[in-house]
């Protein structure tokens, strides 16, 4: 006999009828809590298998959950890997600007870019499982995932543009469009970042940081050089 306080598993064509027993959120707290457990789930399993080849019959497996108990959360598949990148989104722009706001007017620039770009790089090498849903998923399903991706790196970038403001009104960047110079540099950091999914060029978090800070701050050309630009 099934309690209130229990659901059971639901059929699922793949497996057969489940009979494990799932204890019902009842506190909000509760269903805060099982709300983020399958969040987690799901970005493990999504990043395992792939976004097409995942059920959500394998996410409450994961999350130890009734396939039906994920249905009192989410509508769809769809849904809740949409959720999943809302949150990754918000995750990223906090851990981002923690760093920043622990020394936004660093009076060098060169470590106050490079804080920010080890922060960058150290959340995405503790977050695999994202940078996996991130370059591979986000951009091969459509316009609505894609625009979750473009609010995850413009508003690091948004973040990075009000200092490279404020480090041209100190003269200690070049005058141009500060948009366009922090779209550059959040793309670059994305792409470093992407690199390092499949080698890390036995560079430390830190190291690359400071490559990545020399290579915006200084291009290639070595400062002593006599090679100037025309036009």
Do not use: C
């Given at each position: 006999?099934i309690?209130?306080d229990?659901?059971?598993?639901?059929r699922?064509d793949s497996?057969?009828?489940?009979t494990?027993?799932?204890?019902r959120?009842?506190?909000?707290?509760?269903?805060?809590?099982?709300?983020l457990?399958?969040l987690?789930?799901a970005?493990?399993i999504?990043?395992e298998k792939?976004?097409?080849?995942?059920?959500?019959s394998?996410?409450?497996k994961?999350?130890?959950l009734s396939?039906g108990?994920?249905?009192?959360?989410f509508?769809s598949?769809?849904?809740?890997?949409?959720?999943?990148?809302?949150?990754?989104?918000e995750?990223?722009k906090?851990?981002?600007?923690?760093?920043?706001?622990?020394?936004?007017?660093?009076?060098?620039p060169?470590?106050a870019?490079?804080?920010a770009?080890?922060?960058?790089l150290t959340?995405?090498?503790?977050?695999k499982?994202?940078?996996?849903?991130?370059?591979r998923?986000?951009l091969?399903?459509?316009?609505?995932?894609?625009a979750?991706?473009?609010?995850?790196?413009?508003?690091f970038?948004?973040?990075?543009?009000?200092?490279?403001v404020?480090?041209?009104?100190?003269?200690n960047v070049?005058?141009g469009?500060?948009?366009?110079i922090?779209?550059a540099?959040t793309?670059?950091?994305?792409q470093?970042?992407?690199?390092?999914?499949?080698?890390?060029?036995?560079?430390?978090?830190h190291d690359l940081?400071?490559?990545?800070?020399?290579?915006?701050?200084?291009?290639?050309?070595?400062?002593?050089?006599?090679?100037?630009?025309?036009?």
């Amino acid at each position: 006999m099934i309690s209130e306080d229990q659901v059971s598993i639901e059929r699922d064509d793949s497996e057969g009828l489940q009979t494990r027993l799932v204890r019902r959120a009842n506190s909000q707290d509760e269903k805060e809590q099982r709300r983020l457990d399958i969040l987690v789930a799901a970005k493990k399993i999504f990043a395992e298998k792939g976004y097409n080849a995942t059920s959500i019959s394998d996410i409450a497996k994961e999350a130890n959950l009734s396939y039906g108990s994920v249905y009192w959360y989410f509508d769809s598949k769809e849904s809740l890997f949409e959720e999943l990148m809302t949150f990754e989104e918000e995750e990223l722009k906090t851990h981002i600007q923690t760093q920043i706001e622990m020394d936004p007017k660093n009076s060098d620039p060169l470590l106050a870019l490079t804080a920010a770009i080890e922060a960058t790089l150290t959340f995405f090498e503790l977050n695999k499982d994202l940078l996996k849903l991130l370059f591979r998923d986000s951009l091969a399903l459509g316009d609505r995932f894609e625009a979750h991706l473009y609010n995850i790196y413009g508003g690091f970038a948004t973040m990075l543009e009000e200092n490279i403001v404020f480090y041209q009104n100190t003269g200690n960047v070049i005058k141009g469009s500060s948009k366009l110079i922090a779209f550059a540099i959040t793309s670059l950091i994305t792409q470093f970042a992407h690199r390092r999914f499949v080698t890390d060029d036995n560079m430390s978090a830190h190291d690359l940081a400071v490559f990545i800070t020399e290579l915006i701050m200084f291009g290639i050309i070595p400062r002593h050089s006599n090679i100037k630009m025309k036009g």
